[in-house]
């Protein structure tokens, strides 16, 4: 019998704590404003070379140019709807991970050449290794991916400012045995004059506002 009462007694203890106690939160890891800056410099120049690899600045490409001769011997000054899909797939650092890009450039050629240039994309990463340098080493993932989106206006063939670009989405990141996601909310508007770029929006949870 009174071994009974003492597991009762422990037991009325146990449900005691239980009904007292907040539940734990659990440990979220974060980056530091440096980590999260570098890491999205990162990402934007790997986002430039796969565009890049993937034939997506058509302004210079075979295919545009032999589309603008067709349409200025067929079409006269009426421009003429294009399609070119975009893929590429690329190996990250340390040979470690990919990244791939998947999408469409379209836009209108007249017979002086393009009128105006849009490319649509997503952009994913897979246990991709990036080294942002004093920060450290990542390994990134889409979750699942980023989504991309230029667009370009020309006058007379000329390309005109700025060229605009926007990426939004979410990736998963590890570094040193910590882990998370960064939400990204971004628009660059880059000068083709001065090559300068305007960065603004959001990323991991901090707001960009640069020049650069």
Do not use: Y
Request: one cysteine or more.
């Amino acid at each position: 019998m009174k071994k009974n009462i003492a597991v009762l007694s422990v037991l009325a203890a146990v449900a005691l704590t239980a009904c007292g106690s907040e539940p734990v939160a659990p440990v979220v890891d974060t980056l530091t404003r440096a980590e999260s800056i570098a890491l999205l410099q990162a990402i934007e120049e790997q986002t430039l070379e796969i565009l890049g690899a993937a034939g997506s600045l058509p302004v210079t490409s075979e295919q545009v140019q032999r589309m603008t001769r067709v349409a200025s011997t067929s079409s006269g000054a009426v421009p003429q709807p294009f399609a070119i899909p975009l893929t590429a797939t690329e190996i990250c650092d340390s040979q470690s991970g990919s990244v791939s890009l998947s999408g469409t450039a379209t836009g209108l050629l007249d017979d002086v050449g393009l009128n105006s240039l849009e490319i649509s994309a997503l952009i994913t990463h897979r246990n991709c290794r990036i080294d942002t340098g004093a920060t450290g080493t990542f390994d990134i993932s889409g979750a699942p991916n980023i989504q991309l989106k230029s667009s370009l206006r020309f006058v007379g063939g000329v390309p005109q400012e700025p060229v605009e670009l926007s990426m939004r989405g979410t990736v998963a990141w590890r570094n040193a045995g910590r882990s998370g996601e960064c939400a990204l909310d971004l628009t660059v508007l880059t000068s083709i004059t001065t090559s300068r770029d305007e960065v603004r929006g959001t990323f991991c949870g901090i707001a960009v506002n640069e020049s650069r």
